[in-house]
């Protein structure tokens, strides 16, 4: 049966990227996934289509790429995968055209993705805490003043800042998928639910007239594919732009809104296409 007419149902809920090892003798297999930053595995009938048994710890402090889980498993059982080094730190700083750092813009830390305002003053980054999970952090640039700004024990990545700079959007794993919310950039509101749905999806890009946020959705058949978003309460209906068998992202809107860039590997790498 083909995979688009079979049922489907939740199993657990984990931000990131779950994997499948099956049993070598057709039995119990295991479920994979994050708890966290610690790997967890919980046994699997395939045949009954159920958990059984109770997760158990595997690897502590696994590395990861925003939402994505830094580990694979070959067909014979073994696992690889990067360790979280919980001492790397890095910054955010200000390059001059000819590659010359001209001042840092945040301390030391760890951190995930960020969006800068139109206007050079705020950024909105996503900042490892001790315990591994991103939250987000506004700065003020010109003050090298850090807040926090969301408080979930979820993982929140990928922000984009309004042309305007009054709102965030941002990708959050709260219910399970990565959903998008946004909330307003001065922090004095909670956030909202933007849209919810079974892929997992990240913000790309913000269209300067402010009327359409694109975006990224994982599709379990065609892979990375680009949408976007109508903003407006009365039009809000998501419209794929771009799916096809290849991977399309990190899409951005000309400043006219006429034209989106983006990333395919049609060609077997990943080039640039408008």
């Known amino acids: 049966e083909a995979p688009e007419k079979q049922s489907s149902r939740r199993l657990l809920i984990s931000g990131r990227n779950a994997l499948y090892a099956p049993a070598f003798n057709g039995g119990i297999g295991w479920i994979l996934f994050m708890r966290e930053s610690t790997l967890m595995a919980q046994p699997f009938d395939a045949a009954r289509e159920e958990l059984v048994g109770d997760a158990v710890p595997v690897v502590d402090r696994v590395g990861a790429m925003s939402n994505l889980a830094c580990v694979a498993i070959s067909v014979n059982g073994v696992l690889a995968y990067r360790s979280d080094n919980a001492g790397e730190r890095a910054q955010l700083v200000w390059f001059d055209r000819s590659g010359k750092v001209m001042s840092s813009v945040t301390e030391p830390g760890r951190y995930d993705s960020f969006a800068l ?133 990190q899409g951005r809107f000309s400043p006219d809104g006429r034209f989106v860039a983006y990333t395919s590997n049609e060609s077997g790498q990943d080039e640039i296409y408008v």
Do not use: C
């Not at 939250?135 to 922000?159: C, M, Q, Y």
């Not at 959007?169 to 998008?180: H, Q, T």
């Not at 913000?206 to 949408?227: C, E, F, M, Q």
């Open 117 to 249: 305002s139109l206007d050079g003053t705020r950024a909105i980054v996503s900042r490892f805490d001790d315990s591994g999970n991103p939250d987000l952090w506004a700065v003020e640039l010109g003050k090298h003043l850090s807040t926090k700004f969301t408080f979930d024990r979820a993982i929140d990545v990928n922000p984009v800042l309004s042309p305007d700079g009054n709102r965030v959007v941002f990708a959050s794993s709260r219910e399970g998928a990565m959903d998008l919310y946004w909330k307003a950039s001065d922090g004095a509101s909670n956030e909202e639910l933007l849209l919810k749905s079974s892929e997992g999806k990240r913000p790309l890009d913000w269209s300067r007239d402010g009327r359409n946020l694109l975006y990224a959705v994982i599709d379990p058949k065609t892979g990375d594919d680009l949408w976007f978003l109508p903003l407006t309460e009365s039009e809000r209906k998501p419209t794929r732009f771009l799916a096809t068998e290849f991977q399309e992202n």
